[in-house]
Nanobody, 120 residues
Framework: QVQLVESGGGLVQAGGSLRLSCAVS????????MGWYRQTPGNERELVAA???????DYADSVKGRFTIARDFPKNSITLQMNSLTPEDTADYYC??????????????WGQGTQVTVSS
């Protein structure tokens, strides 16, 4: 059974940084594409960053140059390094695993989410 557990969320001032982690069990991070989504109240979840099984990455325009998605092979986890945070980055962040090697369509598995709050 695949389980995704996020950690690392919290409160940070604008301009600061946070690093989210997603521990993966029941699956290996090199086999399927993985992604980070975020959601604010009343809005749909949006894809923030994704990484393919081969290591290719893609980012939402709003976070390009500020966020970095990566895999931690020894820990079988993925991370999201978030720099230069703004209040607009405030959201619940979710880790997701896709069924294929590339991101696209709806993920097959979701984590429970971690809250990120950026104060101005």
């Amino acid at each position: 059974q695949v389980q995704l557990v996020e950690s690392g969320g919290g409160l940070v001032q604008a301009g600061g940084s946070l690093r989210l982690s997603c521990a993966v069990s029941g699956s290996v991070v090199t086999v399927n594409a993985m992604g980070w989504y975020r959601q604010t109240p009343g809005n749909e979840r949006e894809l923030v960053a994704a990484i393919s099984s081969g290591g290719s990455t893609d980012y939402a325009d709003s976070v390009k140059g500020r966020f970095t998605i990566a895999r931690d092979f020894p820990k079988n986890s993925i991370t999201l390094q978030m720099n230069s945070l703004t209040p607009e980055d405030t959201a619940d962040y979710y880790c997701a695993r896709y069924s294929s090697m590339w991101w696209g369509g709806q993920p097959a598995f979701w984590g429970q989410g971690t809250q990120v709050t950026v104060s101005s």
